[in-house]
C-alpha cells in the first residue's frame, strides 16, 4: 500500500486496509450518485423541458417592441409555384410551411423562401388546407373540404390521418400544439377542443353565441405559460380567453379588431394578432394592454392585404400570410 493513498485515508477518518477500503469505496459511491443525478435533472431540463423544435414559441427577449418591423422578403416570386390563397405560415428546421387553400397545396421553402416542394396526404389531394401544427417530431395539417387532419414525419413524408375520438370534426381550422395537447378550432360548430396525441378528447371551449365565453367562427388559437387558452373570435371581433378547464377568463376586444384571424403567443408572453379585416397586427402584452400596432393595406411590398396567418420564429422573424396578395411576407424584428 502506497503511503500517500494511506495518508488520505488517514486524513478522511478512514483507518484499517479493508475497512479503509471500504470506506472509500462507499465515499466514491456518493459522489458519483450525486453526479449522476446532477446530470439527470440537467439533461431533463435542459432537452426534455425545452421547446420541441422551434414551432411553438420564438421571439429573442432582446427584443424590443417599440416599433414595427422592417420588411425582409416575400413568397410569391416563383411563376413556376404561385401562391394563390396562402392561409397558414408555419418554420420548422429552418424550412417555411405555407398552406395554400386556394391552390389546394402545402407549399415547402428553405429559410430564404424558396421553394423546394409540395406536401401531399398520400395518393390523394389536399382539398382546402389549412391549419398548420407541430409537435417537434410530426406536422400536422388541417383540410376542413376533407373534415380530416393528415399527419406527416419531420421530412415531409404522409403517415397517417390523426383519429379525434369522442367527437366529429365539422371542418378543423387553426391549430396548435402545446404541451402534448393538439388544440383545433372547428368554425361551422363554434368550438375550439384539445387532443391528446392519441386523438383522445381532453377539453372543449366555447359554444355557439355573442355572450361570454361564446364563439362565432373561431380561428387563430394560442396558449400562455399558465395554461390559459386564447382563441381569436372572428365573428365577435375579439379575442376570447379561457382557462385550461374550459371557463370563460374573459375577453380582450377593441382597438379595430375586424375580423381578428392568425394568433401567436410568444416567449415573453405577448400576443400576436392578425385583423384580416382591419388589415392591422396588433400585440398585446402579457397583461392583455395593446403594446403595438402596425400594418398599412395595399399591395407593395412591406404593405398587407386580408393577412390571415401569423407566425414568429425564434431568431425574429415575423411571417404573414395574405389572402389578398397571394403571398407570405416576412419581416424582421431586429435592428
Same mark, same amino acid.
Given at each position: 500500500?502506497?503511503?500517500?493513498?494511506?495518508?488520505?485515508?488517514?486524513?478522511?477518518?478512514?483507518?484499517?486496509?479493508?475497512?479503509?477500503?471500504? =470506506?472509500?469505496?462507499?465515499?466514491?459511491?456518493?459522489?458519483?450518485?450525486?453526479?449522476?443525478? !446532477? @446530470? @439527470? *435533472?440537467?439533461?431533463?431540463?435542459?432537452?426534455?423541458?425545452?421547446?420541441?423544435?422551434?414551432?411553438? =414559441?420564438?421571439?429573442? +427577449?432582446?427584443?424590443?417592441?417599440?416599433?414595427?418591423?422592417?420588411?425582409?422578403?416575400?413568397?410569391? &416570386?416563383?411563376?413556376a409555384h404561385p401562391l394563390d390563397r396562402p392561409a397558414a405560415v408555419m418554420v420548422v428546421n429552418q424550412r417555411i410551411y405555407v398552406s395554400d387553400v386556394g391552390k389546394g397545396l402545402v407549399a415547402v421553402y428553405d429559410y430564404n423562401g424558396k421553394f423546394e416542394s409540395y406536401l401531399r396526404p398520400g395518393t390523394r389531394n389536399f382539398a382546402s388546407p389549412y391549419g398548420l401544427a407541430s409537435d417537434g417530431k410530426n406536422l400536422?395539417?388541417?383540410?376542413?373540404?376533407?373534415?380530416?387532419?393528415?399527419?406527416?414525419?419531420?421530412?415531409?413524408?404522409?403517415?397517417?390521418?390523426?383519429? +379525434?375520438?369522442?367527437?366529429?370534426?365539422?371542418?378543423?381550422? *387553426?391549430?396548435?400544439?402545446?404541451?402534448?395537447?393538439?388544440?383545433?378550432?372547428?368554425?361551422?360548430?363554434?368550438?375550439?377542443?384539445?387532443?391528446?396525441?392519441?386523438?383522445?378528447?381532453?377539453?372543449?371551449?366555447?359554444?355557439?353565441?355573442?355572450?361570454?365565453?361564446?364563439?362565432?367562427?373561431?380561428?387563430?388559437?394560442?396558449?400562455?405559460?399558465?395554461? =390559459?387558452?386564447?382563441?381569436?373570435?372572428?365573428?365577435?371581433?375579439?379575442?376570447?380567453?379561457? #382557462?385550461?378547464?374550459?371557463? &370563460?377568463?374573459? *375577453?380582450?376586444? /377593441?382597438?379595430?379588431?375586424?375580423?381578428?384571424?392568425?394568433?401567436?403567443?410568444?416567449?415573453?408572453? $405577448?400576443?400576436?394578432?392578425?385583423?384580416?379585416?382591419? #388589415?392591422?397586427?396588433?400585440?398585446?402584452?402579457?397583461? &392583455?394592454?395593446?403594446?403595438?400596432?402596425? /400594418?398599412?393595406?395595399?399591395?407593395?411590398?412591406?404593405?398587407?392585404?386580408?393577412?390571415?396567418?401569423?407566425?414568429?420564429?425564434?431568431?425574429?422573424?415575423?411571417?404573414?400570410?395574405?389572402? /389578398? $396578395? !397571394?403571398?407570405?411576407?416576412?419581416?424582421?424584428?431586429?435592428?
Amino acid at each position: 500500500m502506497r503511503p500517500g493513498f494511506l495518508q488520505a485515508c488517514r486524513r478522511y477518518g478512514i483507518t484499517g486496509t479493508w475497512q479503509g477500503l471500504m =470506506k472509500l469505496k462507499k465515499l466514491v459511491m456518493v459522489v458519483l450518485l450525486i453526479v449522476l443525478t !446532477s @446530470l @439527470l *435533472a440537467f439533461g431533463y431540463f435542459y432537452f426534455i423541458r425545452q421547446d420541441p423544435l422551434e414551432t411553438v =414559441k420564438g421571439i429573442n +427577449p432582446a427584443v424590443k417592441l417599440n416599433k414595427p418591423p422592417k420588411f425582409l422578403y416575400a413568397i410569391n &416570386s416563383e411563376p413556376a409555384h404561385p401562391l394563390d390563397r396562402p392561409a397558414a405560415v408555419m418554420v420548422v428546421n429552418q424550412r417555411i410551411y405555407v398552406s395554400d387553400v386556394g391552390k389546394g397545396l402545402v407549399a415547402v421553402y428553405d429559410y430564404n423562401g424558396k421553394f423546394e416542394s409540395y406536401l401531399r396526404p398520400g395518393t390523394r389531394n389536399f382539398a382546402s388546407p389549412y391549419g398548420l401544427a407541430s409537435d417537434g417530431k410530426n406536422l400536422y395539417v388541417a383540410d376542413p373540404g376533407l373534415h380530416q387532419i393528415f399527419v406527416f414525419d419531420a421530412n415531409g413524408k404522409y403517415l397517417r390521418t390523426f383519429e +379525434p375520438q369522442g367527437v366529429r370534426l365539422g371542418a378543423p381550422g *387553426a391549430m396548435l400544439f402545446h404541451q402534448d395537447r393538439l388544440y383545433v378550432s372547428d368554425q361551422p360548430v363554434h368550438k375550439v377542443y384539445a387532443f391528446a396525441p392519441s386523438g383522445a378528447l381532453l377539453q372543449s371551449y366555447g359554444s355557439q353565441g355573442h355572450g361570454e365565453g361564446q364563439l362565432y367562427f373561431p380561428h387563430g388559437i394560442a396558449v400562455d405559460e399558465g395554461g =390559459k387558452v386564447y382563441v381569436a373570435d372572428s365573428g365577435n371581433d375579439r379575442i376570447e380567453v379561457y #382557462n385550461s378547464d374550459g371557463s &370563460s377568463a374573459g *375577453a380582450i376586444g /377593441g382597438d379595430q379588431m375586424s375580423t381578428p384571424r392568425g394568433l401567436f403567443c410568444d416567449r415573453k408572453g $405577448n400576443f400576436w394578432l392578425v385583423a384580416g379585416m382591419a #388589415n392591422r397586427v396588433f400585440v398585446y402584452g402579457s397583461d &392583455s394592454k395593446k403594446v403595438l400596432e402596425f /400594418g398599412n393595406y395595399g399591395p407593395d411590398y412591406g404593405q398587407i392585404s386580408l393577412p390571415n396567418g401569423i407566425f414568429l420564429d425564434k431568431s425574429g422573424r415575423l411571417y404573414i400570410t395574405e389572402m /389578398g $396578395n !397571394s403571398r407570405v411576407s416576412v419581416f424582421s424584428l431586429n435592428d
